[in-house]
């Protein structure tokens, strides 16, 4: 099993940035892709951004200009970093891994998921 525990989340205001974590544990092999979805209020989950064991990444447009991914490989360990917060971006962020190791923006291919954690952005 994996586990995937999302940290950072809260209320943030617009033009501020923010700092997600997500640690990985269990049988997590060194090359599942790792990846960041939110889903906003009253919307369907959407792909945020992901980045492979070897360090390509891949971001939606509407974060592609904000947003940082990276990964600390030795503690398994994803982070996302947005900045310039927009009301848009008030959503419920999960992490995610596929076993995948190329590049995916499809939910179906992420096996693993995340409880979640919401970011509120206040304007």
């Known amino acids: 099993q994996v586990q995937l525990v999302e940290s950072g989340g809260g209320l943030v205001q617009a033009g501020g940035s923010l700092r997600l974590s997500c640690a990985a544990a269990?049988?997590?092999?060194?090359?599942?892709?790792l990846g960041w979805f939110r889903q906003p209020p009253g919307k369907e989950r959407e792909f945020v951004c992901a980045?492979?064991?070897?360090?390509?990444?891949h971001f939606a447009a509407s974060v592609a200009v904000r947003g940082t991914i990276s990964i600390d490989n030795a503690k398994n360990t994803v982070y996302l970093g947005i900045n310039s917060l927009k009301p848009e971006d008030t959503a419920v962020y999960y992490c995610?891994?596929?076993?995948?190791?190329?590049?995916?923006?499809?939910?179906?291919?992420?096996?693993?998921w995340g409880q979640g954690t919401q970011v509120t952005v206040s304007s």
């Open positions: 980045i492979s064991r070897a360090g390509e990444k």
């Open positions: 995610a891994a596929a076993t995948t190791s190329y590049i995916t923006t499809d939910q179906a291919e992420y096996s693993y």
């Open positions: 269990g049988r997590i092999y060194s090359s599942y892709l």
